[in-house]
């Protein structure tokens, strides 16, 4: 029966894993159909090979960092003893690998393609599993620390800070580092359009998204004895919840019709196992209304080319999911209790500062040493001509 149990929970997960694999479409997608028809091709390059350095440096270092395991022993040993850990560094570093992804999209259309990879190791292999680490595996004492403080610890069950918080907020220095695009604000202080290539990909980069989160949601209990229907249903209404207020904020723009539902599940992840349907609702509408509102302050009026949002999306509502698991975790608020909302708060920050200052460091590092951003030409040609060589439109013709 021990062997049986395992075997189900390794499928578990590996189930788990692969819905979450194929998220990573979902970022290519909808980065894909945002950006302008000349950067088509990068997007989708992009999201793929980062995904690739992101394997490399969570299998060598990441993991190691985060729970203290490393696979460099004897295949026998790997397969009997370490059969069910090497499904769960599958599992873990598809979350790792949104980081990349979701930086990816804010600073689209006129970032160099190599040294963003080089961010992508830095960021996967030790800024993101520090983090990780302490959040998930009670590294370095915080925890402890919280929980003898404030009677609890920092609980995020599905990452809407440890992924979401961690990516958007790492993100922020890089957007900024890099500058706005060409074009896009002109000397008078206006605002120039540059807009989605295409709205059935963006939706489709939504809908790919949405149907994996219940995969990253739900199978991030890890083993099917602790697998609760209550998360499905919360990530459920705060789908439904972020969806319904973006639409009427935006008023009807698809752009944020697809992105309110992203927004929702986004915020849900921490306190999808201990909320309220009703608290989860509430929870993803309050994400739709602070993505549809901080996207247009900051595209609008900061002046910050961030191209699909990612800080307003993953940054702000990945911390908002963190202080509302502290909220709504309350019994006396329909929740399950076992959370602080002061030890929420303090994780979150945590969280918040160490992805700044690492994408600060990182990013900062690569702009005065090689460069991160492509030249004028390049930019406007596009990055599909300038770094792949090729277009993504076929009346296009390409000179070698």
Known sequence: MDSFRTGADAVFILLGAIMILAMHAGFAFLELGTVRKKNQVNALVKILVDFAISTIAYFFVGYWIAYGVNFFGSTEVMREKSGCELVKLFFLLTFAAAIPAIISGGIAERARFHPQL?????????????????????RFGFQALLEANFGAPFHDFAGSVVVHAVGGWAALPAVILLGARR?????????????????????????????????????????????????????????????????IMGKNDPGFAYNGPLAGLVAVCAGSDLMHPLAALITGGVAGYIFVWMFTLTQNRWKIDDVLGVWPLHGLCGAWGGLAAGIFGYKELGGLGGVSFWSQLMGTALGIMIAVLGGLVIYGVLKKTVGIRLDPEEEYEGADLSVHKISATPEREVSW
């Open 118 to 138: 080089a961010a992508t190791a830095l960021l996967v292999g030790l800024v993101y599993p520090l983090f990780e680490g302490i959040a998930w595996n009670q």
């Open 183 to 247: 074009g896009r604000y002109t000397k008078d202080g206006n605002v120039a359009a540059h807009p989605p290539s295409s709205i059935p990909f963006l939706a489709l980069g939504a809908w790919i998204l949405t149907v994996g989160w219940f995969g990253f949601n739900v199978m991030s209990a890890q083993t099917l004895d602790k697998m609760n229907g209550l998360v499905a249903v919360n990530s459920l209404m705060a789908m439904v919840g972020g969806t319904l207020v973006a639409v």
